[in-house]
């Protein structure tokens, strides 16, 4: 069974610009979770799908973050503009159900110069 | 105050030692207590995973929870060089999101 995936791997884009980060989750799992850690912090609860809704998007950090699950398969998160803050590792996680182990991605690296 | 305390290291430690490891919590919500292993470019991998207070054993790994005095541990004993990475506890309360420590960084010395 294949695990959850996450592309790409790393980016690195220039402030301002736009990047968009794709996670696939362990079929059939309909809860879908995205963190983040950020440079010397722990991870940080981002967002959680169950299925193509938003459960919870209280950890988002602020509007230039748009996370959408289409069909209640992959997921992907925008960030528009970038800003240098935004540098970090993005993991996405998927569970069958709440409560569930939450199994990660290898996550992305994001760096934004 | 964080929610989840956990002393980042590093910790070094000879083959065959026993590994200690240990956070703090402050949010009586939680009540699933989990430890995760993550090796270097990878996602974390769930290694325990426990709900009430007392131990929890698999294999050569321990977990403790004190829900009285909000403090989870988790043990490996025989350590070997391929335990090396960082440990990372992580908690869920009510609302199914996972809280996570700093995650403390092992090296198991041949």
């Known amino acids: 069974e294949a695990g959850v995936t996450q592309f790409p791997s790393h980016s690195v884009i220039e402030k301002g610009q736009t990047v968009t980060l794709r996670c696939d989750p362990i079929?059939?799992?309909?809860?879908l979770y995205w963190y983040r850690r950020v440079m010397g912090k722990e991870i940080k609860f981002l967002l959680h799908?169950?299925?193509?809704?938003?459960?919870?998007e209280s950890g988002m950090p602020n509007n230039r973050f748009l996370a959408e699950r289409t069909g209640g398969t992959y997921s992907t998160l925008k960030v528009q503009p970038a800003e240098l803050e935004d540098s970090g590792v993005y993991f996405c996680?998927?569970?069958?159900?709440?409560?569930?182990?939450?199994?990660f991605g290898p996550g992305t690296r994001l760096t934004v110069l | 105050q964080k929610e989840v305390e956990q002393d980042p290291g590093p910790l070094s430690v000879p083959e065959g030692a026993i590994v200690s490891l240990n956070c703090t919590y402050s949010n009586s919500a939680f009540q699933y207590f989990m430890w995760y292993r993550q090796y270097s470019r990878k996602g974390p991998e769930l290694l325990m995973y426990t709900y009430s207070s007392g131990n929890k054993e698999d294999g050569r790994f321990t977990a403790q929870v004190d829900k009285s005095s909000k403090y989870i541990s988790l043990f490996i004993r025989d350590s070997q060089p391929s335990d090396s990475a960082t440990y990372l506890c992580a908690m869920i309360g009510n609302d199914y999101k996972l809280s996570f420590g700093a995650g403390t960084t092992v090296t198991v010395r041949a």
């Open positions: 799908f169950v299925k193509e809704s938003k459960q919870d």
């Open positions: 079929s059939g799992h309909d809860n």
């Open positions: 996680a998927s569970s069958l159900r709440v409560y569930n182990e939450q199994f």
